[in-house]
């Protein structure tokens, strides 16, 4: 059993000039779906969450996101609780976590903080290509264009921004505008993180219903 154990030592963002790194990152519609209905849900608060996948010659392939929390993102037992939960739902498939997401409350920031960093360092510890998924909120909409995540990869010790686009999402412009729909359906009403999971645990954190939902809309 892998087990989880987060350090105080991490490496913070950091943006160099000129500086071109390219992501080598795919998500698919479901991962990307469900990090952005969690971060509606909850559209007043800070939200988090991993991502699970697999690597194929430097790439990513970012299959599934589970939605973490969205009251406390810094409590530590409880993260360590949820990573752990995870990595055995992991055992005995193709799966393992490849990434850690976070939205931010306010509005106006998608930059990755000390929590975020934190945990990214883990998670890369265990995945050498781990990616730090950053939700740009103001892109998140019913009619949005272009894809609402910022993707970071640790590069020299410091998890730096990486060239993404529309392209780096499986579906591209048609699966923007896939998740606008669940959105504008309020998608996310019988989504389930972590937290809801602790307060309730008949409620199942690996979100079956929202996966079918998805699965119809992709269909």
């Not at 849900?41 to 800070?46: I, M, N, T």
């Not at 950053?134 to 995540?149: H, L, Q, R, Y």
């Not at 998890?159 to 591209?172: Q, V």
């Not at 923007?176 to 989504?191: C, I, K, P, Q, S």
Request: glycine share 6%; net charge negative; with cysteine.
């Amino acid at each position: 059993q892998q087990l989880f154990r987060l350090k105080i030592v991490f490496h913070c963002w950091y943006w160099k000039p000129n500086f071109v790194m390219k992501a080598n990152v795919s998500l698919s519609l479901r991962a990307y779906a469900k990090l952005i209905l969690h971060a509606s849900k909850f559209s007043q608060r800070a939200v988090c969450g991993v991502v699970l996948g697999s690597e194929s010659n430097g790439r990513v392939f970012v299959e599934d996101a589970i939605p973490l929390f969205h009251q406390g993102l810094g409590l530590s037992p409880m993260l360590t609780a949820a990573l752990i939960q995870v990595d055995e739902h992991c055992q005995g498939s193709d799966l393992q976590i490849v990434g850690y997401y976070q939205a931010n409350e306010l509005l106006d920031n998608s930059l990755p903080d000390t929590a975020a960093c934190r945990v990214a360092d883990e998670i890369q510890e265990k995945f050498p290509h781990a990616c730090l998924l950053m939700v740009d909120n103001p892109k998140v909409s019913v009619t949005a264009d272009d894809i609402a995540v910022k993707v970071y990869k640790l590069h020299e010790s410091k998890w730096r921004i990486a060239e993404h686009s529309l392209s780096t999402l499986e579906g591209g412009l048609a699966s923007v505008r896939t998740v606008g729909r669940l959105l504008r359906e309020r998608g996310y009403a019988d989504l389930v993180d972590f937290d809801s999971h602790l307060d309730d645990v008949r409620l199942d954190w690996l979100n079956p219903s929202v996966n079918s939902l998805i699965d119809l809309c992709e269909a």
